[in-house]
Structure formats: C-alpha cells, structure tokens
C-alpha cells in the first residue's frame, strides 16, 4: 500500500473515531446541563419561600401595629384579614420549605420558628382581646415589648434560614462543578483512548521515513545521556525539510548551552551570597554569649580562621600605655612559640601597625617559607597567603586581625570578613561599655558591703547597752504583757489580712467579668464599625463615613477606659510589674515630641520640649512607665488646655538625693486649691458634676501617682485656678553611673527607623499587597467560628466573607465538636472560651486529643483580658491567643501565620 493510502486511510480511522467520542461526550455533558438546572430551580424556590417567611414575618408585625393603632371599624377589618392572610401565607411558606429542606438544622430552626410563631399569635390574640373589649384601656408595654420580641426572634431564626438555603445552593454549585470537572476528566480520558487508538493506527507509517529522519532522532535522543552544557549536532546533508529540522535544531543546542552557562553562574551566586549570610548570621549569635573583649577574641579568632579556611591567625587590641597606642596581641590561633617575639606594635610600625594607620585591609601573596610556621601532629608548613583587617568604630581603629592561609582567599571569603569587620567595631565598643558599667556596679556593691558592715557594728553596740540596762527589768515585765495583747492584735491584723486577700481575689474575679461582659458587645461593634468605616462597596457618603469613624472612635475610647481600670486593679493588688533599664532621655524627647506634635497643631497650641545641658543622658527606670505616667500628663495639658502653650522641661534637682523633674506645664484653666487633693484619687475630679465641660475617668493621674512611688518618685502639682497648672515627676537617678555619649549615633538611626516604619505604614501600594496575600493566602480555607454570641458570630462571619473563605459557626463546644466530625477538612478554628453547656476550654483538649486534629489551628477568643488568661488558653490547648474587641488586622495576621504553617 502506497504512503498516501495509508496516510488517508489513517486520517479517516481518526476523523471516526473522533466524531464517535464528541457525540458521546455532549450526550454526557447535556444530561449533567439538565440536572444541573432542576436542582439550582428548587433551591432557588426554597430561597423565595425563606425569603417569604422573612417578608410575612415583617408583614404581620406592621398589621398589628396599623390595626392597634387605627380602631375604626372599617379599617380593622380590613387589617385583621391582611393579618390573617399573612399568618396563613406564612405557614404555607414554612410548611413548603420543611418539606422540601431536610436538612437537620433547617428543621430544627422551622420548629423554633413555629414555636415562636404560635407564641406570637396567642400574645396578637391577646392584645386583640383587649383591644375589642375596651379600645379605651391601653395595652400592657410588656406585652407589646414581648410580642415584638417573639417576632424579632421570628426574623432572625428566618434570616438563619435564608442564609441555609443560600448556603445549600452555593453548596449545590460546588458539586455541580465537580460533576463537571469529572464530565471534562472523562472528555480527557475519552481523547486519550481516541489519540492512542488513532496513534496506533499510524505507527505503521513511521517505518517510511528516510535515513536523514533517522539520524535526527537518534541525535535528539543522545541529548538526554549528555550534559546540556555540551549538546551534539546534526549534520546538514540535504536542503530539504530534513535539513531545516537540522539547522534549528543546531540553533536551539547552541542557545541552550549558553543559557545553561548563564544558569550555572546564577547558581554559584546566589550559593555565595547564602553561604556568606550563614556565616555572618553564625558569627552574630556568638555575641550575646561574650562577657568581655578577651572572651570575644579568643572566641572570634577561633571562629574566624577555620571559617575562611585559614592556618592560623592573630588578634591584636589597641591599649594606651604613657600617652603611647600600641596594638597589643590578646589572642591567636594555631601559632607556634616564635609569635611570641610580635607581642605588640606602635601605630604605623610593621604591617599591623600601619594597617591600624591607614584603616584600610592589607593582603599578603607568595609569602616566603620563613615568614611563620604552622605546627600539627605530623609536620611543619608554611602559608602563602595572609590578609591583614582593620576593625573601627566612628573612625577610630579598636582592633586588627591578621589571618594566614595555605590557599589564597575567595572573593566571598573577603566579603565575609570585611562584612564582620564592618559589625565587630560596634559590638566591642557595646562591651567595653558594658564592662563600664559592671566595674562602677561592683564598686558600689563593695560601698555597700562596707555600709552593712558599719551598720552590724553599730548593732552590736546598741546590743551591749541593752544587756547592761539592769534597771528595764521591771520594764521587761511590762514589757511581756504589752507582748501578749500585740500578739492577739497580730492575730487580729492577720485574719483582716485574709479577708481583704479574700476581698482582693473576688475584686479580681468581678474585674476579669465584667472585661468580658463589656469586651463580648464591643468586640461586635468595633468589628462591623471597622469594616463600614473602610467602605468596601462605596456604597457610603462622606457623613456616614464620619458617622461610622465616630463610633468606631468612641468604642476605642471606651476599650481604653476598660484597660485603665485593669491597671488600677493590677496597682491596687500590687501586681503591675516594672522593668528597669537603662533609658536613654533623649529618646524619651523624641517619643514625646512625635505623640503629641499632631495634638498641638490640630488645637493650635504652642508646644515645647526642653533639657537642661546638665541632666544625665541615662536614665535606670522602667522606659513603658515613664512613657505612661507623661503620656497622661500631657493629654490632661492639652485636653484642659484651649489655647496659649503646652511645655515639658527636663531638669535635675537635689533634694535628699538627686532627682530629675519632669514638669508639665500648660495655660489652661487651672485648678482650686481646695481640689488638688482630691484629683489623685481614683474616678475623682476637679469637676465632677455630671455636666462638667470635660470628659474622662480620672483614672489616669490615680494610675500616674502609682507607677510613679513603684518607680522610687513622686508627682507633685503647681496649679492657679484660670492661669493654668504644673504636674512635676520627679525620679531618682545616680550620677556615679557613666555611659558613653552614643546618643547622636543612636537618634539619628532611630529617627531613620521611625521615618522609614512611617514611608512604611503610609505607603497604599504595600497595603494593597498585604491585602491580595491575606486574600490569596485565606480564600476557600474552612474556618469553623465557635462562639454562643450571635453578634459576634455575625460580625465575624461578615468580616471574613470578604476574603472568599467557607464559615460555619457552632454555638458551644459540643456543636463544635460534632460541626468538626461532619467537617474534618476544617483549617482553622476561632474559639470562643465562655460559653454554655461546654465551655472553650474543655471543647479545646477533647479536639486535641483526637489525633486528625493535633495540629489544627485553634486561636482562642475571649474577652477576659487579665494576665493568667492567655497562659490558660495555650496550656488548655489552644495555639494562639487574641483578646476581645478583635483588632481584625492583628487576626488577619494570626491567621496569616498559622494556614501558612499548616500548609508547611
């Protein structure tokens, strides 16, 4: 049989074969169509009839206010029939949808609602009733108040039931997509059953090919046993299509072998600039370990020379002796007794010393056999190469390294090293500061040894003239006595000590409800205030934006008050904890001057910070406290203050001890001397009528003058009523502790940092980034949301919805339990902890102890906000912790993190 034959009988088997898989195929994918379409039509009627039961639900609420409120006779017939009609057209609606929704919760919130429905008619039945007997009686408020209770209730159960219907659809389309998705699978299988048949049929023709077609395919097939770097060639034999093939194929080797070059330099690259990062980040955990200089050269160099594939190397320290710098060896490596003779070298004298001169890196090559010696166990050898380094800090050289190596050194092996230099100079003026700071710590803890040891001897006298009073014996008598009553006063005092330990413990307990009972509401509202206010529809004007700030502002606000009291609480109980450091004053201008600039220009009111030149610029204080106690100073300045300056004057006085004052002075309206003691006291105020012109708790100065006496200070207060007033801070500090003046260095990097968390913050282009990662990263994730609030589920659900992710909610931890059973693909949980029947943290150990869930996210929701609360929720179970009102932002980056370590 000729070629052509065989070609065209071939074609025709396909063309066949082809028709006969696209018939069959639109057979399928018509039958799949048509079911399709008669399921999405009765969920779509099951969701006109929720969407029947919702609007008869509004219906017969607004006839039975028009028939109560317009008892004409014509009217209230007419009324009662439109009522009645309603009642009937929503039972039909109802039985309809239990008929055609079996699912269980749909049925169990139609018997809800029907339970509901039958209240609600006995209570209409009832205001009726009174309403024909005498239309002169007015009805009960409680009766009206329960019966639109009942039908409120009745709308919501109908607002659950629509959300089913549409959930049950958007269920229905999924599995219609993987009807379909199965339908195109089968398409595939069907082509590839039809291409192979087809295939087989042609196999036969492949024999016909020429020889040129047969040393192009044994070429191409020799390409997979050879590097890509060293591609073979086919010869050119003819001009015919054969040789086109050959010609293209020798163009597409060569390009291949040049992108293979290409990616292989890439490579080494990018391998370089991991291994120098590995390295430089293994030489900086070393730091934290180093106690002095000397640990961190013998540390260093040993770190160091192997590192870079050195033989041995030196470390040499700058030191003044008589006016004289010298580089003074303080460790070495791997180097024999003859090193010895090269202890130390003047600036400029030798490499080590003019390397120190010129700040610069000196390399060494072809160095002779005699210049150092390298011991080990089985010989004797001499480096070639060495590398001379400086290390400096603002400028000055501290220290040089010489290292020596058989090999000569890599590129990255210099950058490596240069890269440490340029960090060590910092880190060794660190602990030469630190060691500072030990030595005048030791010193004042020999003073104070001595100071103890004064004080016993003065004991011991008092002892001795106490044993030589003879004559107090009669005294001693009396003495004894007194010591039985102080005894049972003791007994007394201890028991009243318990019971306000007692009373301490329930203050604490009613403080941590009552944070969740304020939390639980402000949670919903802060949430659903968060998401209007960033109008994701542009469905809002200018004022309702405004409207939704305002709210959104006043629930922070009152979050605020919430924390402020747990402070008092945590004061009061002598639980609030202060960590003292040193702080730089500095540092504390510049937060002062950037919290409350804005605050002066947006009030118009001249605003001043200012240091003496003799204050300290260390400060050893608890750096968050300070911040608070002048954070609330200022903002009773400003909030008391509407026009004229607002000032912070940094000073040092001597009183028994020296002292720096902190003082805020203002131009406002000042306060009565009969007053300024009272203010201090907590939920006090000068003015604290209810119609006072100015907001607030008074917690803040209460909290201020606490922190203040646990940080060894006081606040004092300087104050004309109509002329404005002075609060002092007064703190105690030690002028034996110096520390290097850093202070340039370390604002200048702050405020670079500052400005660029700011560009950071401010910039739209990366907060949109953020929000496509959340987006990509959280769309289709099932989250489960367990919490018995309906608020708080709702303003979850709607705050989630947007980034496309399956919720489903259980209202306790049973419901929890069985939603995850019938949801075993869940992704992540958001619990809530108190809740009815079972609680969030019995729900969180039964689910870890179910193997497929041991490592599901479970993020733990609460509006408890006291410290032991997030220690109970991670031993409990739970893998992390956020607290009630939700900052979204904050949640969107919880979860963020744990879906992105699940899917690791």
């Known amino acids: 049989m000729k070629f052509r034959t065989k070609l065209y009988a071939s074609i025709g088997t396909i063309l066949l074969l082809i028709s006969i898989v696209v018939i069959i195929l639109l057979n399928m994918l018509e039958k799949s169509t048509v079911e399709m379409h008669v399921v999405v039509n009765e969920l779509n009627d099951r969701i006109n009839m929720s969407s029947d039961i919702m609007y008869e639900t509004a219906n017969i609420g607004r006839e039975m206010r028009e028939i109560t409120a317009d008892q004409s006779n014509e009217n209230f017939l007419t009324r009662m029939n439109g009522w009645e009609q309603s009642n009937v057209n929503l039972k039909l609606s109802l039985e309809s949808l239990e008929k055609h929704d079996t699912q269980q919760k749909s049925q169990e919130l139609i018997a809800k609602f029907k339970t509901l429905h039958t209240s609600y008619q006995d209570i209409a039945q009832q205001v009726l009733t009174i309403q024909r007997l005498d239309s002169d009686n007015s009805i009960e408020p409680t009766l009206w108040e329960e019966a639109e209770i009942t039908r409120q209730r009745m709308l919501q159960i109908g607002e659950l039931l629509h959300g089913l219907q549409e959930q049950e659809l958007k269920n229905e389309l999924f599995r219609s997509r993987d009807t379909y998705n199965w339908a195109v699978k089968m398409i595939y299988i069907y082509l590839a059953v039809g291409l192979g048949l087809a295939i087989a ?3 036969w023709i492949i024999r016909s090919i020429t020889k040129n077609l047969n040393n192009v395919t044994t070429v191409m097939e020799s390409v997979t046993s050879r590097n890509v770097g060293e591609l073979p060639r086919i010869a050119v034999l003819s001009k015919d299509e054969f040789g086109k093939i050959a010609t293209a194929f020798n163009k597409m080797a060569t390009e291949l072998e040049r992108q293979s070059k290409l990616e292989k330099r890439l490579k080494n690259e ?3 600039h991991s291994w120098l990062q590995t390295k430089i980040a293994e030489i900086a955990t070393m730091y934290p370990e180093v106690k002095n200089v000397q640990m961190l050269a013998d540390m260093l160099i040993m770190k160091l020379v192997p590192m870079v594939g050195g033989s041995a190397g030196i470390f040499y320290l700058k030191e003044v002796e008589e006016d004289q710098q010298y580089m003074k060896k303080r460790a070495a490596y791997a180097l024999s007794d003859q090193s010895n003779n090269f202890d130390r070298f003047k600036i400029g004298e030798g490499l080590i010393g003019q390397c120190a001169a010129e700040q610069r890196t000196i390399y060494l090559t072809d160095i002779p056999d005699n210049y150092v010696k390298v011991h080990s166990g089985v010989g004797v050898t001499s480096p070639k190469y060495s590398i001379i380094l400086p290390v400096k800090f603002e400028g000055e050289v501290l220290a040089v390294i010489e290292i020596a190596s058989l090999h000569s050194f890599s590129t990255s092996q210099v950058k490596l090293l240069e890269e440490i230099m340029s960090n060590l100079g910092i880190t060794m003026n660190s602990i030469a500061n630190r060691m500072k700071v030990d030595k005048l710590l030791q010193e004042s803890q020999s003073l104070t040894e001595e100071l103890q040891a004064q004080s016993e001897e003065l004991q011991v006298q008092q002892e001795e003239l106490r044993t030589t009073n003879e004559k107090l014996e009669e005294q001693y ?14 007994e007394a005092l201890e028991e009243k000590a318990q019971q306000l330990e007692l009373s301490s413990q329930y203050k604490s307990e009613f403080l941590a409800n009552m944070s969740h009972e304020l939390r639980t509401p402000l949670n919903s509202l802060l949430i659903l205030a968060k998401i209007l206010s960033e109008n994701g529809d542009g469905n809002l004007t200018g004022r309702q934006e405004e409207y939704v700030r305002t709210i959104y502002s006043s629930g922070q606000d009152l979050l605020h008050l919430i924390n402020d009291i747990l402070d008092l609480a945590k004061v009061e109980s002598g639980k609030l904890e202060v960590v003292p450091k040193e702080v730089e004053l500095q540092k504390v201008q510049n937060y002062v001057e950037r919290q409350f600039a804005p605050i002066a220009r947006q009030k118009g009111v001249s605003f001043t910070v200012k240091a003496e030149e003799n204050i300290p610029d260390y400060l050893s204080t608890d750096e968050h406290r300070l911040q608070q106690i002048l954070k609330n100073l200022l903002s009773n300045a400003f909030k008391f203050t509407d026009k004229g300056s607002v000032s912070l004057v940094i000073q040092k006085v001597n009183d028994l001890q020296p002292m720096l004052a902190f003082s805020v002075t203002d131009t406002g309206i000042g306060i009565a001397k009969e007053k300024q003691g009272t203010i201090f006291e907590a939920f006090k105020q000068a003015d604290g009528t209810t119609s006072r012109q100015y907001g607030g708790t008074g917690l803040g100065l209460s909290i201020s003058r606490e922190i203040a006496y646990l940080l060894g200070g006081h606040i004092d207060i300087l104050s004309v009523e109509g002329k404005g007033s002075t609060f002092t801070l007064y703190l105690p500090y030690y002028e034996s502790i110096e520390v290097e003046d850093n202070s340039s260095a370390i604002v200048e990097v702050a405020a670079t940092i500052d400005q660029e968390l700011v560009t950071s913050i401010s910039s739209d282009h990366e907060e949109i980034a953020i929000q496509q990662q959340y987006k990509a990263l959280l769309k289709g994730k099932k989250i489960l949301i367990v919490d018995d609030d309906v608020r708080n589920v709702f303003a979850l659900t709607s705050a989630l919805e947007k980034y496309e992710m399956d919720i489903n909610f259980a209202e306790s931890g049973k419901e929890a339990l069985l939603e995850l059973r019938d949801n075993p693909d869940t992704d992540l949980i958001l619990m809530d902890i108190m809740m009815p029947d079972m609680d969030g943290f019995e ?50 980056s919880l979860m963020n993190v744990w879906l992105y370590r699940k899917k690791e």
């Open 270 to 272: 990018a391998e370089e």
């Open 201 to 203: 049929i042609t196999l």
């Open 843 to 892: 729900a969180m150990r039964i689910i870890r102890k179910k193997p497929p869930f041991a490592s599901l996210p479970i993020i733990a929701v609460t509006a408890k906000a006291m410290k032991h609360n997030r220690d109970e929720c991670i031993e409990a179970g739970a893998s992390d912790y956020i607290s009630k009102p939700i900052d979204l932002d904050q949640l969107f």
């Open 477 to 490: 008598e009396s003495s004894e006595l007194k010591k039985t009553e102080l005894e049972k006063v003791r």
